[in-house]
């Protein structure tokens, strides 16, 4: 398993510019998330998905857009990127069985580290 | 308002010098408690998840506990290698029902001497 796949790496955005932020992972997990960690603090929610066709809003959801069309993936989308959304960005998936408990692993993508100037 | 605080903000072991890391949460709905391990640059790994108070687990040199308020990363004899931030976070069910909250803490920083 390659686990949690992210691109790019890196990116570096002019005000106003969209971009897409690919997310995909071959573990058959339900649960996907996108968070974002700004130096010193800790991971925000952006958005989350339970499965394939459903997603919802995190704690932190303005500016961004998401959609999940397969069980695999799951991108986060930046229409006009503004200098508050340089950040680095992690995709996670973790399953959840219908009992409620979680598998024991969670995984995280490696990040894709995006500013916006 | 969901909470998560994690104590010390760093720390610095001797190697084999064991600690306790902390992380106290006030959150309504605890649906679970989990543990990762941040290497610079890459994405946080995950080590733990904990469900109600008094479960323990253990994975090599490292064992996280729960109580009603807080919980615990113990490491007992820690090497260079585990040096890195160790981040808390807490999962409950969103008042409005909407989603699952996910409340990180801002971690610890860890550095193990030789």
């Known amino acids: 398993n390659a686990g949690v796949t992210q691109t790019p790496k890196f990116r570096i955005l002019k005000i106003g510019q969209s971009m897409t932020l690919q997310c995909t992972q071959d573990?058959?997990?339900?649960?996907m998330y996108w968070y974002r960690q700004d130096p010193g603090m800790g991971l925000k929610l952006i958005y989350y998905?339970?499965?394939?066709?459903?997603?919802d809003k995190g704690e932190v959801p303005n500016g961004y857009n998401v959609s999940r069309s397969t069980t695999e993936d799951f991108p986060l989308r930046l229409e006009l990127a503004a200098p508050s959304q340089t950040s680095v960005y992690f995709c996670?998936?973790?399953?959840?069985?219908?009992?409620?408990?979680?598998?024991?692993?969670?995984?995280f993508g490696p990040g894709t580290r995006l500013t916006v100037l | 308002e969901d909470q998560v605080t994690q104590s010390p903000e760093a720390l610095r072991l001797q190697e084999g010098e064991s600690s306790s890391l902390n992380c106290s949460y006030t959150?309504?709905?605890?649906?679970?408690l989990f543990w990762y391990r941040q290497d610079p640059g890459k994405g946080p790994e995950f080590l733990f998840t904990?469900?109600?108070a008094g479960e323990e687990k253990e994975k090599e040199r490292l064992k996280a506990t729960l109580t009603k308020k807080e919980s615990f990363l113990h490491i007992t004899a820690p090497k260079p290698e585990d040096s890195a931030t160790y981040l808390c976070?807490?999962?409950?069910?969103?008042?409005?029902?909407?989603?699952?909250?996910?409340?990180f803490g801002t971690g610890t920083k860890l550095q193990v001497i030789p």
């Open positions: 573990m058959n997990h339900n649960y």
């Open positions: 976070a807490v999962q409950a069910l969103h008042p409005s029902g909407g989603y699952q909250k996910v409340t």
């Open positions: 904990l469900y109600s």
């Open positions: 998905s339970v499965g394939a066709g459903i997603t």
């Open positions: 996670a998936s973790i399953h959840q069985e219908p009992s409620g408990r979680w598998t024991d692993t969670q995984y």
């Open positions: 959150v309504s709905g605890l649906r679970g």
